[in-house]
T-cell receptor, first 111, second 115 residues
Framework: SQQGEEDPQALSIQEGENATMNCSYK?????LQWYRQNSGRGLVHLIL?????REKHSGRLRVTLDTSKKSSSLLITASRAADTASYFC???????????FGKGTRLSVIA | DTAVSQTPKYLVTQMGNDKSIKCEQN?????MYWYKQDSKKFLKIMFS???????INETVPNRFSPKSPDKAHLNLHINSLELGDSAVYFC??????????????FGPGTRLLVL
């Protein structure tokens, strides 16, 4: 069964605005990753956050993790048209298990 | 110098046919994966190999058979194709297998359409 659920399913914003996507999961995790998928392409890794971390930054990306609420958020600041893509969270539900991906949030950044 | 490559990029075939998709990675990784992404963008793992050995085999029909001739290659053979097999198939690799602790590098995908 699916572990991660992204919210919203789709998001449309103007260039320069911030975009926030959320991921909720059901069981305890060791790690949570965020990936981006441009239309017609493979997934590209953005950031990994471990269960003992609360926040990580990478350029214009900020990821938070709240293990008590079993949720994570991805914030993209000062969005650009090139950020238009689907964003997926992926979790490892327990131990040495494979990543389980959510269905993604489709982000459209309008120039 | 593509890191993870797949061939073919597009595959259109008739129901009942047998087809193969090839994957190669030049990253020196030990672990490779096959994923299926359906029309609703849901990405589900099918198989994983670590150093040519099968370590993950999710509930996949046995019409799907992966083969890893060496740790840089993981091919997927599909027998007796069905309409429901239509999807995008992604190959991925990671440095080793540590569950969710490793970054995965994805290929560009193979778009399979079964008519």
């Amino acid at each position: 069964s699916q572990q991660g659920e992204e919210d919203p399913q789709a998001l449309s914003i103007q260039e320069g605005e911030n975009a926030t996507m959320n991921c909720s999961y059901k069981t305890s995790i060791n790690n949570l990753q965020w990936y981006r998928q441009n239309s017609g392409r493979g997934l590209v890794h953005l950031i990994l956050i471990r269960s003992n971390e609360r926040e990580k930054h990478s350029g214009r990306l900020r990821v938070t993790l709240d293990t008590s609420k079993k949720s994570s958020s991805l914030l993209i600041t000062a969005s650009r048209a090139a950020d238009t893509a689907s964003y997926f969270c992926a979790t490892d539900p327990s131990g040495n298990t494979p990543l389980v991906f959510g269905k993604g949030t489709r982000l459209s950044v309008i120039a | 110098d593509t890191a993870v490559s797949q061939t073919p990029k597009y595959l259109v075939t008739q129901m009942g046919n047998d087809k193969s998709i090839k994957c190669e990675q030049n990253l020196g990784h030990d672990t490779m994966y096959w994923y299926k992404q359906d029309s609703k963008k849901f990405l589900k793992i099918m198989f994983s190999y670590n150093n040519k050995e099968l370590i993950i085999n999710e509930t996949v029909p046995n019409r799907f058979s992966p083969k890893s001739p060496d740790k840089a290659h993981l091919n997927l053979h599909i027998n007796s194709l069905e309409l429901g097999d239509s999807a995008v198939y992604f190959c991925a690799s990671s440095r080793d297998y540590s569950g969710g602790a490793e970054t995965q590098y994805f290929g560009p995908g193979t778009r399979l359409l079964v008519l």
